[in-house]
Antibody, heavy 122, light 109 residues
Framework: EVQLVESGGGLVQPGGSLRLSCAASGFTFSSYWMHWVRQAPGKGLVWVSR????????SYADSVKGRFTISRDNAKNTLYLQMNSLRAEDTAVYYC???????????????WGKGTTVTVSS | EIVLTQSPGTLSLSPGERATLSCRASQSVSSSYLAWYQQKPGQAPRLLIYGASSRATGIPDRFSGSGSGTDFTLTISRLEPEDFAVYYC??????????FGQGTKLEIK
């Protein structure tokens, strides 16, 4: 079964750091780009970041650029999101998502984890 | 950056009725790289449509997508009780940025 399981969320103070993980199983993780998408309470979906299959290329939303770092360990089938200088507006459920196809072109996201909740508050 | 605007914000319909959801882009979406997702409370999004009109695996044929350029539509031909949810469009053509619409809530009338 194709599965993504996020972990690492929690309560953190403004200015703090957190590292999210996403464990992948049931597919060839190293062949796929991967994404992080977040959803603030009661709000819509916002794309956060993406990484290519070998980790050599990354992209970020302007709102997190310079503060968040996406990375992956293909040997461990795990995706990461290092979040630094956290702000209240980063409070959200963070989802990792896999594209529909294992190719180096944009595709929709067809596999999603259940999400992990990050709360930034003093 | 492409901005997607969905309408209406909320759509109130009854089971058995036809639902038409709109997604308008601020710039042309290249190669019809437009997707639709369904999200129910407390759940992750579910891919319904990609490439503007292709149904994802396991999606019932009452869901259909159409459109090109800047105007796209998701149609649900006959609403089932399980279809009441929030629907998002997403463009993935203007890489490296991927943007979502603000969502349309489909509620039971």
């Amino acid at each position: 079964e194709v599965q993504l399981v996020e972990s690492g969320g929690g309560l953190v103070q403004p200015g703090g750091s957190l590292r999210l993980s996403c464990a992948a199983s049931g597919f060839t993780f190293s062949s796929y780009w991967m994404h992080w998408v977040r959803q603030a309470p009661g709000k819509g979906l916002v794309w956060v970041s993406r990484i290519n299959s070998d980790g050599s290329s990354t992209s970020y939303a302007d709102s997190v650029k310079g503060r968040f770092t996406i990375s992956r360990d293909n040997a461990k089938n795990t995706l990461y999101l290092q979040m630094n200088s956290l702000r209240a507006e980063d409070t959200a459920v963070y989802y990792c998502a896999r594209p529909l196809a294992a190719r180096p072109t944009p595709t929709a996201m067809d596999v999603w984890g259940k999400g992990t909740t990050v709360t930034v508050s003093s | 950056e492409i901005v997607l605007t969905q309408s209406p914000g909320t759509l109130s319909l009854s089971p058995g009725e036809r639902a038409t959801l709109s997604c308008r882009a601020s710039q042309s979406v290249s190669s019809s790289y437009l997707a639709w997702y369904q999200q129910k409370p407390g759940q992750a999004p579910r891919l319904l449509i990609y490439g503007a009109s292709s149904r994802a695996t396991g999606i019932p044929d009452r869901f259909s997508g159409s459109g090109s350029g800047t105007d796209f539509t998701l149609t649900i031909s006959r609403l089932e009780p399980e279809d009441f949810a929030v629907y998002y469009c997403q463009q993935y053509g203007s890489s490296p940025l991927y943007s979502f619409g603000q969502g349309t809530k489909l509620e039971i009338k």
